[in-house]
């Protein structure tokens, strides 16, 4: 049993982690703010993941590897995963919004397929995988029994910077207050002189580039992509999501960390355990405690 | 100040309201009155922007605003207190007024209307760290009030705004909105407690099924035959 838990495992889950982390907040924030499972947002973060490939090697022509290609591909991946999450919204998702929650449902899906699709279709893309590039350096330490990359410390770093940076914005600016003013009652905002739509757009540019810096860590991380690349860690991040309550941001962190780690040791005992462990947890989470860990407050009186 | 003209919402194809006119002037109260159901609250909320209009227009300051959208509204000096207080639940009394100030660039003035509220609702100045879903009815009803002097509008719309309190807190409430108007705030009330209505509005609109119907000024609406059998009971 002690390989199955080993430090180096809990690192790896920890990586793993971070990643989809950064998914699974998109995910809730949406949730949050429009009651909408995106079904499509695993595919922002496929399109992260393209983004980052591409500006790699369009700003590798005349840059080194190295820390400041590596800033501008991430900062190129979150504008991209941003921008396709916006304009998914405001041409599939917006025209529904007051219309029966399933219409929207069913749409997501069906821009997930659009958007696996069409990135199969695009010459410069195709189908098949491609090996995604070293754009740092590889560095190995070792720290006891457990091997650590500089990888490892990207991708927890960036996902601990954006963390941050996101709850300063929701619990210390007014844009945060009025985001979760919209998320608590649209008209009420509105009538406060708050653009709905506006911060509705905010929130799928914010979710979107979230999905996009976790394309580019994983890219990064497992370095193979391909247009279906979103479906199963788009899935996991999802179930992380509901594992820590939807529509809570630390619950969908913690979710996420706690579906890394037993993915990651599940698989150390049997690789194809660590692939189901997420749906075995989403079952025992929907059987025990389908509000989540933190569920979502309320406090209404009547 | 504000005039409605024709106005008609439809949900589907069931007419809320179908045929509803009234003229608010600068600086009085104007209430709308009527059973549940008579379309009291879909008129203010096409007025302020919450729905858009099928047919009919609404003027304010001179301007056409038809169908403009509530948030912008907000901008040209309309606060609206909805049925129900709509008080945001889960942020706390400080954060409820601060979002209300949310088109005024202005920090000092922000501060001063803040301090404009606290000294009308010393209740509310109390309870500020508290989540505003905490309150009770009379509280929120104060704290709905007191955003919507933060807003600062021209005009006050207000949405039943004795619903579920007490007599005491009634007259309270009423007594506000008095002081408010005095401070040159126009109001549009709606209510269905229409006798403390009347007693201290202006003018007076019946509205019955979708239809503004009798009119006049308070006191002869309240003297008005029809009106004391069907909605003051005596």
């Not at chain 2, 009423?174 to 709606?190: C, H, M, P, S, W």
Request: hydrophobic share 50%; with cysteine.
């Amino acid at each position: 049993m002690e390989s199955i838990f080993s430090p180096q495992q809990i690192v790896n889950g920890l990586q793993l982690g971070a990643i989809y982390a950064l998914i699974a907040l998109g995910y809730t924030m949406v949730y949050g703010i429009v009651r909408l499972i995106n079904f499509a947002h695993g595919d922002f973060f496929m399109v992260g993941a393209y983004a980052a490939f591409g500006s790699f090697f369009m700003f590798n022509v005349f840059l080194p590897r190295g820390n400041g290609l590596a800033f501008i591909v991430l900062i190129l991946a979150m504008a991209a995963g941003g921008a396709i999450a916006v304009l998914t919204d405001h041409f599939a998702y917006k025209p529904l919004r007051y219309k029966p929650k399933l219409s929207s449902l069913v749409t997501a899906i069906g821009v997930s397929m659009l958007l696996e699709y069409a990135f199969s279709a695009i010459p410069m893309i195709g189908p098949s995988p491609r090996g995604f590039p070293e754009i740092l350096p590889k560095k190995m330490y070792h720290f006891g029994s457990a091997e650590v990359s500089n990888y490892v410390i990207v991708d927890l770093a960036v996902a601990a910077v954006l963390m941050i940076g996101l709850t300063f914005l929701i619990q210390r600016t007014s844009l945060g207050k009025a985001m979760r003013a919209v998320s608590q009652d649209k008209d009420a905002a509105r009538l406060m002189g708050i653009n709905v739509d506006r911060i509705i757009s905010l929130t799928f540019l914010i979710g979107g580039a979230f999905a996009g810096a976790a394309g580019l860590l994983a890219g990064l991380t497992y370095p193979r992509i391909q247009p279906y690349m979103g479906i199963l860690p788009g899935l996991k991040a999802f179930i992380a999501a509901v594992l820590g309550g939807i529509g809570s941001i630390p619950g969908a962190v913690l979710g996420a960390f706690i579906m890394g780690i037993a993915e990651t040791c599940a698989t150390a005992y049997n690789s194809l355990l660590g692939e189901g462990i997420a749906f075995v947890i989403l079952i025992v989470v929907l059987l025990l405690r389908p509000s989540g860990i933190f569920g979502e407050k309320t406090a209404d009186k009547i | 100040m504000l005039s409605v003209k024709n106005l008609k919402v439809t949900y589907g194809s069931i007419a809320a309201i179908s045929d509803v006119s009234f003229e608010v002037p600068e600086g009085k109260i104007v209430c709308l009155i009527g059973a549940n159901g008579a379309g009291k609250t879909t008129t203010l909320r096409a007025v302020s922007g919450l729905v858009a209009p099928s047919a009919g227009t609404v003027t304010f300051k001179g301007a056409d605003i038809t169908g403009a959208p509530a948030h912008k509204l907000v901008g040209l000096g309309m606060s609206h207190v909805p049925e129900g207080r709509r008080i945001f639940p889960i942020l706390t009394v400080k954060e409820n007024l601060e979002l209300a100030a949310w088109t005024i660039k202005d920090k000092t003035e922000v501060k001063r209307r803040l301090e404009e509220v606290y000294e009308m609702f010393p209740r509310i100045k109390d309870r500020i760290g508290q989540l505003g879903g905490t309150l009770s009815g009379g509280e929120q009803q104060m704290l709905a009030v007191g955003r919507a002097m933060v807003t600062g509008g021209d005009i006050l719309l207000l949405d039943e705004p004795s619903m579920g309190l007490a007599p005491v807190l009634v007259d309270e409430i009423f007594d506000k909105i008095i002081a408010i108007n005095k401070k040159g705030t126009t109001v549009l009330l709606v209510e269905q407690n229409a006798s403390e209505a009347l007693e201290i509005s202006d003018f007076a609109y019946v509205l019955e099924v979708g239809y503004s119907t009798i009119s006049g000024p308070a006191k002869e609406i309240a003297a008005d035959a029809r009106v004391r059998e069907a909605y003051l009971g005596v």
